[in-house]
């Protein structure tokens, strides 16, 4: 049986057809197929710019976005609300307290130690001891670096616990000379020294406080602040000097207390209830 020509030649042309047909429908279903694959398998991370683990290759925010800021803390000294500086020292009987009594400043000079940040998962220790003199500025505010927004307790101690306080532990630094405690009275070294005049440019009074005969008349502090956003945080804490002479206990000049135990723990009790005050917040640079 003969096959005609033309049965040949249109049974090649259809099976040439389908074969490029089923190649193009192959071709175009493997890119189909990877770009279902790869839109569905998204890169999550920090997808914030702004924060410390940001991740510039993920595509889907995982909410591990950590933002950091740069803390600042500052301490500021008043009088019956009003800030001081430098400048009064010196200056005359230009404050009164509770007791009436005119008086003037010419050195506050004081060791705080132990300055934590501490949130519910980190503990940050800002400084181990920090001496404050206000005739420095250098010396009136701390700084840390790279602390993770939260809400955090900061906490110092006014002076040095017992386990610090001891007779040439800080002799390479600068507030050694003078700081020092003498050792017939206990050694260490002193917590405060606010100096100046009262009543009159002659009489001298002398709030030296410190660890009388080896007792630890220091004191812990402690308030919550609140750090977010990324500029740099300020928190002032502020030391109210006539506190330290009225509140639970009214408190006379005197020219000298390093020796008198009852003295310590009667500035100790007012130091603690409300020398120092802080905002519930921490706020950004201007």
């Not at 099976?15 to 398998?41: A, D, T, Y």
Request: hydrophobic share 35%.
């Amino acid at each position: 049986m003969r096959i005609p020509i033309y049965s040949i030649k249109n049974y090649s042309f259809n099976f040439v057809e389908n074969n490029n047909l089923q190649i193009m429908r192959q071709k175009l279903f493997i890119p189909i197929i990877l770009i279902f694959i790869f839109s569905g398998c998204k890169k999550e991370g920090c997808t914030d710019p702004t924060a410390s683990n940001y991740n510039s290759e993920a595509n889907k925010d995982d909410g591990s976005c950590i933002k950091e800021a740069d803390v600042e803390i500052n301490f500021n000294h008043s009088v019956d609300g009003g800030l001081i500086t430098s400048s009064v020292l010196d200056g005359g009987l230009i404050f009164t307290n509770l007791a009436g009594e005119p008086y003037s400043i010419s050195r506050l000079v004081y060791l705080i130690s132990d300055i934590k940040l501490q949130s519910s998962t980190n503990e940050i220790l800002v400084k181990d001891v920090h001496f404050i003199d206000l005739a420095n500025n250098n010396t009136l505010s701390i700084n840390t670096e790279n602390v993770a927004n939260g809400n955090y307790t900061l906490s110092f101690t006014m002076g040095l616990d017992t386990v610090k306080n001891k007779s040439n532990e800080y002799i390479n630094e600068d507030f050694h000379p003078i700081m020092l405690w003498p050792d017939l009275l206990g050694g260490g070294y002193h917590y405060m020294k606010l100096e100046g005049t009262y009543n009159d440019q002659y009489t001298p009074y002398l709030t030296h406080t410190g660890g009388t005969f080896g007792l630890d008349f220091s004191f812990k502090k402690e308030f919550t602040v609140s750090i977010s956003g990324t500029d740099k945080h300020i928190i002032p804490i502020e030391m109210h000097i006539n506190n330290w002479y009225q509140n639970p206990n009214t408190f006379p000049m005197v020219a000298g207390m390093m020796g008198d135990t009852t003295k310590q723990r009667l500035i100790k009790e007012n130091g603690i209830a409300n020398v120092f005050s802080w905002p519930i917040y921490a706020f950004p640079e201007d």
